[in-house]
Nanobody, 121 residues
Framework: QVQLVESGGGLVQAGGSLRLSCAAS????????MGWYRQAPGKQRELVAA???????NYADSVKGRFTISRDNAKNTVYLQMNSLKPEDTAVYYC???????????????WGQGTQVTVSS
């Protein structure tokens, strides 16, 4: 069983910062890409940022220059540093990872349970 456990969400004023963490645990052979998605009420889930094993990153245009994604491969953990937060960043943030549970196992996408980020104006 593989689990992704997120932490770090909360309530912050506009212009503030938060740091999200997501730790993967369980039967893990390898992890490919890790990323963060978010879903605001009434909207579709969207990609916020992603990082692959080599360290290459990808960001949504709306967060470029404000958010930074990083990962600690030794800890199977991905982070999202969010600065200069805006009310429109309010959403449930979900961690996602492509994980293989064995040498001959196919990679599967796993999701965390989500953590609420609320930015007040």
């Amino acid at each position: 069983q593989v689990q992704l456990v997120e932490s770090g969400g909360g309530l912050v004023q506009a212009g503030g910062s938060l740091r999200l963490s997501c730790a993967a645990s369980g039967s893990i052979f390898s992890i490919n890409a890790m990323g963060w998605y978010r879903q605001a009420p009434g909207k579709q889930r969207e990609l916020v940022a992603a990082i692959i094993g080599s360290g290459t990153t990808n960001y949504a245009d709306s967060v470029k220059g404000r958010f930074t994604i990083s990962r600690d491969n030794a800890k199977n953990t991905v982070y999202l540093q969010m600065n200069s937060l805006k009310p429109e960043d309010t959403a449930v943030y979900y961690c996602n990872a492509g994980i293989s549970e064995g040498y001959y196992s196919s990679k599967r996408a796993y999701w965390g349970q989500g953590t609420q980020v609320t930015v007040s104006s």
